[in-house]
């Protein structure tokens, strides 16, 4: 069946240091969103891609999604301690989204 | 703009028990979701409703678990009986677009703890 994976599983940080997730999927995605949980909150939409190869930014945060169209990735410049949370991406497939296994941010001040 | 109301906030049952979250979608939002979210894990749809009727469910344990959205705005998900292993946050979400093209809204979540 689908799977959406994430690398790594956790990462710690220190502040001002960079950080990657990757997002993989068994099959060929029609678009893909990123998520951010806080401890304790639920998730909040970040972004979504659609096209292959697409690359966008916010501010610090960089989200690419593979020519394949099967992965992708977030990586954030210079944490901060605002960045602590859990990232998730959610491939969509056309019928649903699934969701990755979310990537835990620690970012040590 | 007011966000996706849940109740409860948490809840505490003994197993064998039934239980009932309470989901209502941002107004004018089409599409509704409910998803189960075990500690450590990304949430796992269990039900997705367009308007009134249902999308999909091929993840919902329907032995157990019942979803309804009967006039199309607010949902009621229903475990009877609940197992340990439904220990989880529950969490309702909406979208606009719908159909797996827009940004999912999420409300704060239902904790369930069974005991």
């Known amino acids: 069946g689908q799977q959406v994976m994430q690398i790594p599983q956790y990462q710690h940080v220190q502040e001002g240091e960079d950080f990657t997730t990757y997002c993989n999927s068994s099959?060929?995605?029609?678009?893909i969103q990123w998520y951010k949980q806080r401890p304790g909150g639920h998730p909040v939409f970040l972004i979504q891609?659609?096209?292959?190869?697409e690359v966008k930014k916010q501010k610090r945060l960089t989200f690419q999604f593979g020519e394949a169209k099967k992965n992708s990735s977030l990586h954030i410049t210079a944490t901060q301690t605002t960045d602590v949370g859990t990232y998730f991406c959610?491939?969509?497939?056309?019928?649903?989204?699934?969701f990755g296994t979310g990537t835990s941010l620690t970012v040590i001040p | 703009e007011a966000g996706v109301a849940q109740s409860p906030r948490y809840k505490i049952i003994e197993k064998r028990q039934s239980v009932a979250f309470w989901c209502n979608p941002i107004?004018?939002?089409?599409?509704l979701y409910w998803y189960q979210q075990i500690l450590g894990q990304g949430p796992k749809l269990l039900i997705q409703?367009?308007?009134?009727?249902?999308?999909?469910d091929s993840q919902l344990p329907k032995d157990r678990f019942s979803a309804e959205r009967l006039k199309g705005v607010d949902s009621t998900l229903k475990i009877q009986p609940a197992k340990l292993e439904d220990s989880a946050v529950y969490l309702c979400?909406?979208?606009?677009?719908?159909?797996?093209?827009?940004?999912?809204?999420f409300g704060e979540g239902s904790r369930l703890t069974v005991l």
């Open positions: 979400a909406s979208s606009l677009k719908g159909l797996n093209t827009g940004e999912l809204f």
């Open positions: 099959t060929t995605l029609s678009n």
């Open positions: 891609l659609v096209k292959s190869g």
């Open positions: 959610a491939g969509n497939t056309g019928n649903q989204f699934y």
């Open positions: 107004s004018g939002h089409a599409t």
């Open positions: 409703f367009q308007n009134n009727g249902v999308v999909d």
